[in-house]
Every structure is written in structure tokens, then in C-alpha cells.
């Protein structure tokens, strides 16, 4: 039976499209494994068919388990380019330079994916180009946060050329027990337990123009692209949602910045909200409680480090936050939900 997809996160299989090539890689017959976890290697036929975020964490979970190979999304993210992300890799690639082609990407991710955002965060010499999953409790993000950060570093190769190379590689969770097949991919400094899965580098590369870009083509993809958006005008509060996932991690999630943002005025996003029978300061609690969540489980991350991260004043001020939503301090909750991941060979 094919997967059924989650309206909310759906997400392309293009991505992914690598999968079964990299089972049969490790020696495994890619029908058997993807039938013995539920799902249908039909699912690889296109790669505009959709699988769920949910449901794609348990797909790379249990290829995973089935080879022993701990580092299963990171080789599946190494297939990943432009090509792989459909329209809105095409948008990217006909972008006048690097960071409009980045900003590009962030700003239409969501035709590719619904359970994720990226964001370009840009300082006086340095950029990093980031990529963290909005979908609450999917399994694997460390898999998928893998794959993510190897497609991120192919893009940037793709957009930059040959001579790019990166000054930090960043990945969301623990170190794994054996790091050699991300020091053999990325040949970078590598930064575990980061707030962000993402690649950092120099700034000037986002004033290089891109190669064989056309401006007419890009016309016609940000017309269409954008006609496409009209699909998703009745989502406010999951716009709210997405975008509060990467303003909460850059310090820009206050109602006036968010609100600067959707060109409203903070009165009238809250007017909108209300409609839906929500508000900003729940969506941001909801938000940053599942970033807590999620810091809290796969990463390393003291508690102090986690509440600066979320922009709160103090480590006191997260735990109150924090028991508030679970009933539990950060510490307690952490003892009693982190499972330490063995990722060994």
C-alpha cells in the first residue's frame, strides 16, 4: 500500500529518490527492506510522489536499522542537488546570484517540504544557510537533519562552484561514535549538538553570480511559484508556525518583527489569528516548545545553552516555561524521554 501523506508536512519523495540505490550499496534489496517497515518501493517511481515528514523519519529510521549503517542519511543527502527539489529547485537555480538563490530557497522550501524550514543568517564576514524540522516527535531527525545538511553542501557547490569550500559543517544532534563519513564527505570543521543543521561560510560568496541563470525562466518560475502559494492563503497560523521556527533561533520572533514579516500590522495579525481560534503568544509558546523538545532529546545541549537559544532571559525562566507546557522541569523531562542513539558502524 502507498504511504499516505500528512496534509499538514507532506513532502516530495525527490529528495530521497536515493534511497533504494543506496540500500542496494550497502547489499540490501531495497523492495525487502521498504516492505518489511510498511511502505511500497512504487513510492520511488516519481519524485513528485508524496510521503509525509513523519512517515519519510521512519522510512530512514528503519533503513537504518536494517543495514547497521548509522550514517543511512547522510550517504541518501550525498544524491541530493537542485534537480532533486523540484520547482523550487529550478527557482534557486535561475537566481541572479548565491543569496538571492538561498533566500529563494528558504522562502519557497515549502513547495518541497511542509515539515521543515531553512533560513539564510548573515553577519559581517560569515553566512550560514540553515535547515531544522517544524514536525513535532518525527522519528530519525538526526537522519534527516544528515541528509539535509549534505544537500545544503552540494547546493552551495552547485551555486558557488568548485572553489567554495565551507568553514563550519553544523549538525543538530550528538556526535555519533564514528565521525569519519562526514569527515570524508564535507572535509570541513564539524560542529555537533548546533542549534541548526547547516553550513557555514564566507559572505562574499553571496555577491557571486550564478552560472547559466536566465531572468526571463525565472519570470516565469516565480509566477507560477507564486501562484502556487495562493494554495496555502487560508494556513495563517502554519505560515506563523514555519516562520516562527527560524525567527525564535535568530532572536527576531517578537508579534512587531513577526508581524513586519506578513506586512500587517501587529493588531491586525492578531485580529487574523483570533479567526482561528489562536493567538501569537500560543503559537510561540506551541513553537518554542517543540524546539525545547527537540534540542532537549538529540542534542547535548545544557539547559542554560537551550534557554539562550530560545531567547529567554535566564535558565530559570525556561524551566518555569517549560514545566508550564510539560508538567515537568527540562532536566526531568530529558532523564526520562532522551535515548541515547547508537550510531556505530
Known sequence: MM??????????????MALPDVLRGLGANPAE????????????DDPDNMISYRERGRMLAHCAAATGCQHFGLLVGQQIDLRSLGLTGLLV?????????????????????????????VDAQSAMFGYLTVQA??????????????GIFNILRDLCGPHWKPSQVLFAHRRPKDVR??????????????????VVFSAEWLNRQVAHADPEVLRLLQREIERLDKRYDGDL???????????????????????????MHPRTLRRHLARFETSFEELLDEIRFEI??????????????IAVALDYSDASAFTRAFRRWSGFTPARWRAQHMVEPDRTE
Open 292 to 305: 525545547a523538545r527537540q534540542m532537549l532529546n538529540d542534542t547535548r545541549m545544557t539547559i542554560a545553552e
Open 93 to 121: 537555480k535561475h537566481s541572479p546570484d548565491v543569496g538571492t538563490a538561498l533566500r529563494n530557497l528558504s522562502r519557497y522550501l515549502h513547495h518541497h517540504v511542509r515539515g521543515a524550514v531553512a533560513s539564510l543568517t
Open 237 to 263: 497560523p502554519g505560515k506563523v508556525r514555519r516562520l516562527l521556527r527560524a525567527a525564535i533561533l535568530t532572536g527576531h520572533a517578537s508579534l512587531n518583527q513577526v508581524a513586519t514579516l506578513f506586512s
Open 3 to 16: 504511504t499516505r501523506p500528512d496534509e499538514d508536512t507532506e513532502l516530495r519523495i525527490g529528495a530521497t
Open 137 to 150: 516527535n518525527a522519528e530519525a531527525n538526526d537522519q534527516v537533519g544528515d541528509g539535509a545538511v549534505a
Open 181 to 198: 563519513p562526514f569527515q570524508r564527505y564535507f572535509h570541513a570543521p564539524i560542529v555537533f549538538d548546533a542549534e541548526w543543521n547547516g
Open 33 to 44: 527492506v521498504l516492505a518489511d517497515g510498511g511502505f511500497d518501493i512504487r513510492l520511488f
